[in-house]
């Protein structure tokens, strides 16, 4: 979630220099290539049934395409301080989700830990009322809000899929969905686009997105939803907001200020909450 964190952030930059459909493309491009050679099926593991398909496919459609468009469009028409404030939320998201479908029992301590969260949110959309309209576009935090959505459903599926699929076998083979979901966008959006003005720093920057986005967050995200229930692995992503303000603050120069402060304070709290071992565990 630290890694996702920081790749919304400086998605910023690089939605300026690309367009949004042609750097989700390049970005599933990449992680195609990296994943290839997980995709063979180790013997340990079933064949795919219909039903594992059909999550596979909702997985990449939800996590990786609509969240990439929502996350991409959204960041471009607002701030990444204001996209770490909205995404505060996916902890709630993920515990509602987790509850509705997934039946997961959820102890009233995480629903305080979601509630850190959210009280996080809270201080941190007050702490950019006054900052320039420019940031608070309308259209824009509603898109990002559409990512929190897709990021929570993705949370919930993946949790189904890691019973039957390997880590590195679901990010291969949803990454391979999005790429295939993303190329019509994005070779619509490469006819005439002119790579040579793209500066060399801006490919690197695109070289660590796609690996960050496409490879490295989607395997440890799936490895620990392994040994973790859904709802508790929703309240890490107490890390996503806290990560991307701080990339915005330090890296791309957006104010902050004691409310973000108090905010990240909140969020780590949360996190806390959720993680501490139950009374009567220690030592088992």
């Known amino acids: 979630m630290a890694l996702v964190g ?18 989700a493309w390049l970005r599933f491009a990449i992680g195609a290539v990296a994943t290839l050679h997980w995709l063979r099926r180790p013997e340990s593991e079933p064949p795919l049934t219909p039903k594992t398909r059909r999550l596979l496919f909702l997985e990449s459609l939800l996590g990786n395409f609509l969240f990439s468009i929502c996350m991409l469009l959204g960041v471009s028409m607002t701030g990444a301080v204001s996209a770490g404030v909205i995404m505060a939320s996916i902890p709630a998201v993920v515990a509602v989700l987790s509850w509705g479908f997934l039946r997961e029992r959820v102890a009233p301590r995480v629903w305080t830990a979601v509630g850190c969260a959210a009280a996080g949110m809270a201080l941190l959309a007050a702490a950019r009322q006054d900052a320039p309209e420019a940031t608070h576009a309308l259209l824009g935090n509603v898109l990002v809000f559409g990512a929190v959505l897709c990021e929570a459903a993705y949370a919930t599926i993946g949790k189904q899929l890691t019973g039957v699929l390997g880590p590195k ?40 997105y ?45 104010p902050f200020g004691a ?17 501490l071992p139950a009374r009567g565990t220690v030592g088992r």
């Open 6 to 23: 920081s790749y919304v952030a400086l998605s910023k930059p690089l939605v300026a220099a690309l367009p949004v459909f042609l750097l």
């Open 210 to 254: 796609a690996m960050a986005a496409s490879v490295w967050s989607v395997w440890l995200w799936m490895t620990g939803l392994r040994h973790v229930p859904a709802s508790l692995g929703g309240v890490f992503t107490a890390m996503l907001p806290v990560s991307a303000t701080a990339v915005g603050v330090l890296a791309l120069g957006e």
């Open 169 to 208: 076998r679901i990010t291969a083979l949803v990454n391979l969905w999005g790429l295939a979901l993303m190329t019509p966008l994005g070779l619509w959006q490469a006819r005439g686009f002119d790579f040579a003005a793209v500066r060399p720093a801006t490919w690197l920057l695109l070289l660590f």
């Open 259 to 275: 409310l973000q402060a108090a905010a990240f304070g909140l969020a780590l709290a949360g996190v806390l909450l959720a993680t």
